[in-house]
């Protein structure tokens, strides 16, 4: 019958019928989600840790606007990520999208509402943004990013700042067996212009590189006439697995002065990491991260149970001329959502709280003794309830640890664990509940 009755029949199916009232399922768009209360508690202990750790280091949060122009969040962003945008139309025929990351909207204020502000700065956020595709397993078109943009520094000493503080940042969160992949940004942009590869040959050389296949890379660099000595250098960056080892190929690089500046950077990085302790870096030839306006180090963190990076970033010292400041500027993000479903899978957070369900009228004496409670960081849900029973229920719902039932002068405090009870005046019933171990 075709697409257009296929979908009147389908929103018919969501329908239902009561009393005459037309119902509709209430069901989200593919790829949304909602968080629901267990989630929203480990995504706050997420951004609690993640918050914390970047003010440390001296970063100062701004929140930017979830809805911008178009033409804006498309500078530098490069032709798959404009693709990938929400856009729609305003009121006056202005075209606006959702933010899709959130490096071009905080450059944006870096060169207006925070143009005189002292530089370096340092900048963080932890947001939401929005892509149409789900690029990965699992993924969705809403997710959270908790990321820091470091402007005004281009020295070696800025990459590995931003390097460190982002292994500090997945320790806080209990993520200890990750990975970081480096690359430079320049070595396959050289590539490109020295093969002169259109937009459909330097995709697919990029594919190749990145699924590591070295007979095809090879066909690939002979079909397309690459000199011999920038054939030999490209070969032997693909065999390398450490960011120590490029050292090895500097001598040949003399015809190739960016290439040769690209990986002295590189090992520069490197050596101020290895000098703190920090864990080795990982060398992947073929690293993009996907994003045009990267131009110098760039870096992903990935873990052996997953089959994409949970966390980038890198250099990016031309975006800001586009907006009109002449700012070297470097950072990543993390990717919170699948940090997430990790710390969730994996039972990795550790913020409890004594809950107690206070069974009692409402009165100033109920509140004076709940409120005593809360100064002491215990959770109280205060229920008026008639019985014990309806008091358990709530306490089961909760996790809770006690239920407390306020009678006149005295408190009996019920330990649902054991279902032991305990007869108390008002201040031992307090002193009972806030010394007692979990």
Known sequence: ???????????????????????????????????????????????????????????????????????????????????????????????????????????????????????????????????????????????????????????????????????????????????????????????????????????????????????????????????????????KLFKCFKVSEVKNILKETENYQNIKNALINLLEVNEKLESIGLKELFFDFALTRGIEYYSGVIFEVSLPTLGFPIAGGGRYDELLKKFGEDLPATGFAIDVTECLKIIKNQSRINNYRKTIILKASYSKFSNEFASKLRRNKIIVVWEPVKTIEEAKKIAESYKANNIVDLINDYALVINVKTGEKKRLSIDEALKNIVEEEA
């Open 1 to 235: 019958m075709g697409k257009k009755w296929d979908k009147i029949i389908n929103l018919w199916e969501k329908k239902k019928w009561k009393g005459g009232l037309t119902f509709i399922t209430p069901q989200l768009p593919n790829g949304m989600k909602d968080i629901l209360p267990e989630e929203a508690k480990i995504y706050r202990y997420i951004e609690g840790k993640l918050r914390e750790k970047f003010e440390l280091w001296g970063y100062k949060e701004v929140i930017p606007s979830t809805i911008e122009f178009a033409d804006v969040l498309s500078i530098g962003a490069g032709s798959k990520l404009i693709d990938n945008m929400f856009k729609f139309q305003d009121l006056d025929g202005k075209i606006l999208a959702l933010r899709a990351e959130a490096t071009i909207p905080t450059a944006r204020i870096l060169t207006s509402e925070l143009r005189l502000a002292y530089k370096p700065i340092r900048l963080y956020y932890i947001v939401n943004v929005f892509r149409r595709a789900i690029d990965k397993p699992g993924g969705f078109r809403e997710f959270w990013q908790a990321g820091i943009e470091l402007i005004g520094r281009k020295d070696a000493e800025a990459d590995a700042e931003v390097l460190m503080l982002l292994t500090e940042a997945l320790d806080s969160l209990g993520l200890t067996n990750f990975r970081i992949d480096v690359s430079h940004a320049t070595i396959l942009k050289e590539v490109v212009k020295e093969l002169n590869l259109n937009s459909r040959e330097k995709e697919e050389f990029f594919e190749i590189a990145g699924y590591k296949d070295y007979s095809r890379f090879e066909r690939f660099l002979e079909n397309k006439n690459c000199p011999l000595k920038l054939a030999l250098i490209l070969k």
